[in-house]
């Protein structure tokens, strides 16, 4: 690893320390239902908005009303995506006369919008009119994101609840994490990110000259509301951009800087949802504890695929690439990068993107080293909780939490507790379902594509790499990241139905568990600490909870691994 990506790499962890604090406090007066410091004068608004949501949404409800809620919530988001989808050729504003999206292609986008994933198996300049693009798209991106705070708010309820029967409420949840949190944080960023370059406009797509000044020639510009979308794309962990080749294109992330903040915007809010825990559970330091272990699983991750990205490639090598330098490729692999960014930002966006459950890319991984395009694969099956979605990193994680507590409980023979809370049967059968739903949908789908004809039809290359490139697509699917090994082609029927399926199992059939754990902690009193109480706010747990988190991780996918990218690297070097 480079001084360049070391330094990269620790200004980055230092500066979202420093924004990450201060948001922390405030999403705490934001999951409770007082007046939000500084947006006083958003409270007509929620008024208004809980209003015409009708009486459910002043109402206490217990876990399976909420469950309730938000699948009909975003089952209701996941019609309304396909339907604007299908009719966009007969709907405004779209000035290029793009027609409908067709059924399967509907289908998958709309089921990977609302569950926060944004695999995106078409070319978005080429195929979503403005319309799609501002109303569903970018509105599910709100949504979505604004369900993984509303479960991280009903999660932490749980823990610190005494006896009670209600975790909160969904729909003033969402209208809170919406109104007070995405929406001004979007709006500010959105101003960034005008102001670095990023377009925002309403304009036809403009043919111009090439810079070449070939006689007769042109080329036609995409245009568009892009910083809007590209700015809730980000800090809701959404990733699905505007252009096709998402934050490697120069109208979503035309500088240096503005790639630092898109990477500071992706781990902001699970970050500062860390702090927001340990405020809510009455005890700091449970949530400098999470984001530690969360931190350390990232600092491993970002540090392997920056050394494997610095590798230079045998097969380039033996081309003669960069012999004039005097040495083998010495700025690494550079294939697929961003010569804007090169090395150093890419490797650490790749880390910052895959860590959490986003999936914005500003450099093709199918072009990663092997061991490189591991690293991205191995941070999404870890479950998604290096940092994670907004709001589903923080309950991944405290699932995982309660996992160790177990385990540290059965080794020296003590009733696990967390926070005050005893584990019981219930809640390790529900995080049993947690932990196991995910890698069962990934493992199950890659099976099923790699035997089937419909599955290799979609192959652009053989053998381990074209493994790695199925293995990833339902890993990313599954997770809920959206990323991809771009070489294989999943705009297809199978392709779109199978991944669709796995994103929306992967989203709520992890969510309702979390919800049940939820409700059976808040119904419980909270015992207090004894000397035999194992701490879990020390380093000891800390490195527990990252081990535990690794070795389910190892235990699921090293078979699968072996088969892709480990075969694919020891090929490429036994040349």
Same mark, same amino acid.
């Given at each position: 690893?480079?001084?360049?990506?070391?330094?990269?790499?620790?200004?980055?962890?230092?500066?979202?320390?420093?924004?990450?604090?201060?948001?922390? +406090?405030?999403?705490?007066?934001? /999951?409770?239902? *007082?007046?939000?410091?500084?947006?006083?004068?958003?409270?007509?608004?929620?008024?208004?908005?809980?209003?015409?949501?009708?009486?459910?949404?002043?109402?206490?409800?217990?876990?399976?009303?909420?469950?309730?809620?938000?699948?009909?919530?975003?089952?209701?988001?996941?019609?309304?995506?396909?339907?604007?989808?299908?009719?966009?050729?007969?709907?405004?504003?779209?000035?290029?006369?793009? =027609?409908?999206?067709?059924?399967?292609?509907?289908?998958?986008?709309?089921?990977?919008?609302?569950?926060?994933?944004?695999?995106?198996?078409?070319?978005?300049?080429?195929?979503?009119?403005?319309?799609?693009?501002?109303?569903?798209?970018?509105?599910?991106?709100?949504?979505?994101?604004?369900?993984?705070?509303?479960?991280?708010?009903?999660?932490?309820?749980?823990?610190? *609840?005494?006896?009670?029967?209600?975790?909160?409420?969904?729909?003033?949840?969402?209208?809170?994490?919406?109104?007070?949190?995405?929406?001004?944080?979007?709006?500010?960023?959105?101003?960034?990110?005008?102001?670095?370059?990023?377009?925002?406009?309403?304009?036809?797509?403009?043919?111009?000259? =090439?810079? #070449?000044?070939?006689?007769?020639?042109?080329?036609?510009?995409?245009?568009?509301?892009?910083?809007?979308?590209?700015?809730?794309?980000?800090?809701?962990?959404?990733?699905?951009?505007?252009?096709?080749?998402?934050?490697?294109?120069?109208?979503?992330? =035309?500088?240096?800087?503005?790639?630092?903040?898109?990477?500071?915007?992706?781990?902001?809010?699970?970050?500062?949802?860390? +702090?927001?825990?340990?405020?809510?559970?009455? #005890?700091?330091?449970?949530?400098?504890?999470?984001?530690?272990?969360?931190?350390?699983?990232?600092?491993?991750?970002?540090?392997?695929?920056?050394?494997?990205?610095?590798?230079?490639?045998?097969?380039? *090598?033996?081309?003669?690439? #960069?012999?004039?330098?005097?040495?083998?490729? /010495?700025?690494?692999?550079?294939?697929?990068?961003?010569?804007?960014?090169?090395?150093?930002?890419?490797?650490?966006?790749?880390?910052?993107?895959?860590? /959490?459950?986003?999936?914005?890319?500003?450099?093709?991984?199918?072009?990663?080293?092997?061991?490189?395009?591991?690293?991205?694969?191995?941070?999404?099956?870890?479950?998604?909780?290096?940092?994670?979605?907004?709001?589903?990193?923080?309950?991944?994680?405290?699932?995982?939490?309660?996992?160790?507590?177990?385990?540290?409980?059965?080794?020296?023979?003590?009733?696990?507790?967390?926070?005050?809370?005893?584990?019981?049967?219930?809640?390790?059968?529900?995080?049993?379902?947690? !932990?196991?739903?995910?890698?069962?949908?990934?493992?199950?789908?890659?099976?099923?594509?790699?035997?089937?004809?419909?599955?290799?039809?979609?192959?652009?290359?053989?053998?381990?790499?074209?493994?790695?490139?199925?293995?990833?697509?339902?890993?990313?699917? /599954?997770?809920?990241?959206?990323?991809?090994?771009?070489?294989?082609?999943?705009?297809?029927?199978?392709?779109?139905?199978?991944?669709?399926?796995?994103?929306?199992?992967?989203?709520?059939?992890?969510?309702?568990?979390?919800?049940? !754990?939820?409700?059976?902690?808040?119904?419980?009193?909270?015992?207090?600490?004894?000397?035999?109480?194992?701490?879990?706010? *020390?380093?000891?747990?800390?490195?527990?909870?990252?081990?535990?988190?690794? +070795?389910?991780?190892?235990?699921?996918?090293?078979?699968?691994?072996?088969?892709?990218?480990?075969?694919?690297? +020891?090929?490429?070097?036994?040349?």
């Amino acid at each position: 690893m480079t001084t360049q990506s070391m330094l990269l790499l620790a200004a980055f962890l230092l500066v979202l320390l420093a924004l990450a604090w201060p948001l922390g +406090l405030f999403l705490a007066h934001v /999951a409770g239902r *007082g007046t939000v410091p500084g947006l006083a004068w958003l409270a007509p608004a929620e008024r208004l908005l809980v209003r015409a949501a009708g009486p459910a949404a002043t109402e206490d409800q217990g876990w399976r009303g909420y469950a309730v809620a938000l699948l009909l919530f975003n089952g209701a988001g996941a019609l309304f995506t396909y339907a604007v989808q299908r009719l966009q050729g007969v709907l405004p504003l779209n000035p290029q006369a793009l =027609p409908g999206v067709s059924p399967d292609s509907s289908f998958n986008t709309a089921v990977s919008f609302v569950a926060n994933t944004n695999w995106q198996g078409y070319a978005g300049e080429q195929t979503m009119s403005y319309l799609t693009q501002m109303l569903v798209l970018a509105g599910q991106n709100f949504f979505s994101a604004a369900t993984g705070i509303a479960v991280a708010f009903a999660l932490m309820r749980g823990f610190s *609840g005494r006896s009670a029967a209600s975790i909160g409420n969904f729909w003033a949840d969402l209208t809170r994490s919406t109104l007070y949190v995405l929406l001004p944080l979007s709006l500010l960023f959105s101003l960034f990110l005008v102001s670095q370059g990023v377009i925002q406009n309403l304009d036809a797509y403009r043919a111009v000259a =090439p810079v #070449d000044g070939g006689a007769g020639a042109s080329q036609l510009l995409a245009m568009g509301p892009v910083a809007s979308q590209e700015a809730i794309k980000l800090l809701g962990t959404n990733g699905g951009g505007f252009f096709n080749a998402n934050s490697a294109h120069p109208f979503e992330n =035309p500088t240096a800087l503005a790639n630092f903040a898109q990477m500071l915007a992706i781990f902001l809010i699970p970050a500062a949802l860390c +702090l927001t825990f340990g405020r809510v559970v009455g #005890d700091r330091r449970q949530g400098w504890a999470v984001l530690g272990a969360m931190t350390l699983l990232f600092v491993l991750g970002a540090v392997a695929v920056a050394a494997f990205e610095q590798q230079a490639n045998p097969v380039l *090598g033996a081309l003669g690439v #960069d012999q004039a330098a005097g040495a083998l490729q /010495a700025g690494g692999n550079m294939e697929g990068k961003e010569v804007r960014f090169g090395v150093a930002a890419s490797s650490l966006f790749a880390a910052v993107t895959t860590a /959490a459950s986003c999936g914005a890319v500003n450099a093709m991984h199918d072009s990663f080293m092997p061991l490189g395009g591991m690293v991205p694969l191995v941070l999404m099956q870890l479950g998604e909780v290096v940092f994670g979605g907004v709001g589903s990193g923080l309950y991944g994680m405290l699932v995982f939490a309660m996992l160790a507590v177990f385990v540290a409980g059965l080794m020296i023979g003590r009733t696990p507790e967390y926070l005050g809370k005893k584990i019981g049967a219930f809640e390790m059968k529900m995080a049993a379902i947690v !932990i196991l739903a995910v890698p069962v949908l990934v493992l199950a789908g890659t099976a099923v594509a790699v035997v089937t004809d419909l599955g290799k039809a979609g192959l652009a290359n053989p053998g381990a790499h074209g493994f790695s490139e199925v293995l990833y697509a339902f890993t990313s699917a /599954a997770n809920n990241n959206g990323s991809a090994f771009a070489g294989l082609s999943a705009n297809t029927p199978f392709y779109n139905t199978l991944l669709a399926i796995a994103m929306w199992f992967g989203r709520f059939a992890v969510i309702v568990p979390v919800l049940a !754990i939820a409700g059976s902690l808040a119904g419980k009193g909270r015992l207090g600490a004894t000397a035999g109480t194992l701490p879990t706010h *020390g380093p000891m747990f800390v490195f527990l909870l990252a081990a535990i988190v690794v +070795l389910v991780g190892v235990l699921n996918y090293v078979p699968a691994l072996a088969l892709g990218p480990v075969a694919e690297h +020891l090929q490429l070097f036994a040349r």
